[in-house]
């Protein structure tokens, strides 16, 4: 069986040249390199939690300061968590070929982990040197009501009875308050050659999970809530009954076999490999970051979502390998009572669709022309390896999206249209133009089936751009983007365009590719700029 695997591959080598092979072996490294990248992140994240033990203990024993480098490492580290978990959760699942282009980037990563890990051994150490302190008071805050505790200690002191005194009680009772004033006084008895202040914290890593949710959703300062649920029923249930936990300054709530915050903003909410049942899934009302993940049982749009419509607040929504959604909004306004099926996305700011292979439309209406509000705030709109959809904008809704700032659109093999023409426009004669008055950034990657932008007589009105990036779109025939006039009527690149960019093995297309304007690639060949894909 080897042999045949062997002459197989041989044949294909024979056929294909090196590029399979290639992959193969780029297919073979890309898992080693992202095990390799896992270990090293962990042992980052283990010598950072050590580091901020020891600072706090510091700190809290001898007020110790902190060095500079020390705070600025910790950051960075923090950062570069959230940036590796995040990039590992969006490469679980994607198809092996795409795996192979991705393996340089793995080991960019590996590299700034490492270096992360070198630069984390401090040998000038951890807090700033100075003189030790002798005999100075601590400041500390006036006893109300412990008084007679605190005379009680002293007079356990001041006696021979009793060598070793314990105070103990949950925190924020006063014991270290007391200490601190006991500390004080002590400083001016003489029958005590030496008094040495020692604060000690105790860690307790071993606890994971408070199983009492009653007792803090209903803590009236709570500030900050992590909590993981095993299934959606048990976030559901805890949603439902306790209500006030929404009044936390930062909440991250994960459901399902998420184990890491993202942290990317104040309320969010992680749901990954979980299975909706009869129920549907209820939002918090503050939630301004939703990512869901491997949803199963999830239906054709969100509508088993409830309560979506409530979540006034949600800024990000990232969905990701559900391989039943066909659409994000699905609105039935054909009676007069316009049902909502799925809530309308009003102020949203960003979309993010990943490798959802039935996805064909965003927004599916029945009845009337689409709401004007619908994605009426949007910024960033990408979808990646989305197989299933050929036309990414229908025309009628772009009259909401006038915030857009940023369209992606990468490995999705069927896409044929990023605006979709109406059937009107083949015998019409007329051009049309549309505007997209804050569009900075339009990427357009490995789409080999995209034949157009627009239609062939739609114009691009978007003077905000900077950045264009096209590759691996050879059916790409013309750029629609209207050139901005001069006062003598001649054409001008937009003002705060930076560059455009084009992949090194696409400079025949580039010179193919049409402009309205005949004089368009001189004007724009000083932006001009070949290079690989992203994520080489």
């Known amino acids: 069986m080897a042999d045949i695997a062997g002459a197989i591959i041989s044949a ?53 300061m902190v060095r500079r480098e020390v705070k600025d490492w910790l950051k ?30 793995v080991c960019r990563k590996i590299d700034v982990v490492r270096e992360m890990l ?6 000038g150490g951890l807090f700033i040197d100075r003189a030790p302190a002798r005999g100075n008071r601590i400041p500390t805050e006036n006893l109300v009501g412990e008084i007679s505790t605190k005379e009680e200690i002293w007079g356990y002191l001041i006696g021979d009875e009793v060598g070793m005194i314990g105070v103990c009680g949950i925190g ?37 999970r408070v199983r009492n949710f009653e007792e803090v959703a209903r803590l009236k300062k709570l500030e900050t809530l992590e909590c993981n649920f095993d299934d959606i029923q048990d976030f559901n249930s805890f949603v439902n009954k306790f209500k006030d936990f929404q009044r936390a300054i930062t909440y ?10 993202l942290r990317r903003s104040k309320h969010e909410l992680v749901i990954t490999d979980c299975e909706i049942g009869e129920e549907c899934i209820v939002l918090p009302t503050k939630l301004e970051d939703l990512w869901i993940i491997r949803l199963k049982n999830m239906g054709s749009s969100l509508s088993k979502i409830a309560l979506l419509e409530k979540a006034n607040e949600l ?19 054909s009676s007069s009572s316009s049902s909502l099926r799925c809530p309308v996305f009003d102020k949203l700011e960003e979309l993010w669709l990943w490798q959802l292979p039935r996805l064909c439309e965003l927004v599916r209406v029945e009845g009337e022309a689409t709401p004007p509000h619908v994605f009426s705030n949007l910024k960033r709109l990408a979808i990646l390896s989305c197989s299933g959809i050929r036309k990414l904008l229908p025309l009628e809704l772009l009259q909401t999206l006038q915030n857009l700032e940023a369209i992606t659109v990468s490995f999705c093999h069927q896409m ?53 990036e096209i590759g691996g779109c050879p059916e790409l025939k013309r750029i629609p983007v209207q050139l901005p006039q001069l006062d003598n009527g001649q054409p001008s690149p937009p003002p705060h365009l930076r560059e455009i960019k084009i992949h090194e ?14 004089n368009a690639k001189n004007l724009l060949q000083p932006f001009l700029k070949y290079s690989g894909y992203p994520w080489d």
């Open 12 to 64: 294909l080598s024979c056929i294909c040249g090196t590029p399979i092979c290639n992959c193969i072996d780029q297919y073979r490294s890309f898992n080693d390199d992202v095990g390799e990248l896992r270990r090293e992140l962990d042992t980052l994240t283990k010598r950072k939690e050590d580091i901020e033990s020891r600072i706090e203990v510091g700190e809290a024993c001898g007020g110790e």
């Open 76 to 105: 960075q580290v923090q950062d570069i968590n959230v940036d590796v978990h995040a990039f590992l959760e969006e490469v679980q699942g994607i198809k092996w070929y795409e795996r192979a282009c991705l393996d340089k980037l």
């Open 118 to 123: 070198e630069k984390g051994s401090f040998p």
């Open 172 to 208: 924020g009772v006063g014991k270290t308050t007391i200490m601190k004033n006991l500390h004080n006084d002590l400083q001016g008895e003489t029958r005590f050659q030496k008094v040495i202040w020692y604060l000690a914290i105790c860690f307790l890593r071993e606890i994971t």
């Open 252 to 261: 991250s709530l994960l459901v399902g076999s998420a184990k890491d915050m």
């Open 315 to 333: 800024r990000t929504c990232n969905i990701r390998f559900c391989e039943e959604i066909e659409c994000v909004v699905e609105l039935d306004l």
């Open 416 to 468: 044929e249209e990023i605006i979709a023409s109406l059937d009107s426009d083949a015998s019409s004669s007329d051009k049309f133009t549309f505007t997209f008055p804050k569009l900075r950034e339009l990427r357009l990657w490995t789409s080999p089936q995209l034949k157009s932008i627009c239609s062939a007589k739609g114009v691009m009105v978007c003077n905000s751009i900077e950045t264009i």
């Open 505 to 518: 093995s696409s400079k025949e297309w580039w010179e193919s590719v049409e402009w309205d304007h005949p």
